[in-house]
């Protein structure tokens, strides 16, 4: 379970640079929500798995389904705010 929870913090951590390089390329508000949400799926979703790994509570588990929520929503954030931006520049 930590191992998990490390793998998707540091694939979630280049997907939070990829929305900041966005945001100071385009200053879009749905870039600044994709990466707001990346660090609320960073925090409940690996943060679970570490307590979980680290305490052996077994109710963080429920927890963690809801960081992969904000995961698939920084996405679906992030694909749109480069979609936009690139549609204004070209």
Do not use: C, D, K
């Amino acid at each position: 379970m930590f191992e998990t929870g490390v793998r998707y913090q540091m694939y979630h951590a280049f997907a939070l640079f990829a929305a900041a390089w966005g945001w100071a390329r385009w200053q879009s508000r749905v870039l600044a929500a994709a990466g707001g949400l990346f660090v609320a799926g960073i925090v409940l979703f690996s943060g679970s798995l570490y307590l979980l790994a680290l305490t052996g509570e077994r109710w963080l588990g429920a927890v963690t389904p809801l960081g992969g929520l904000m995961f698939l929503a920084g996405w679906g954030a992030l694909i749109v705010g480069v979609a936009r931006g690139n549609s204004i520049r070209s």
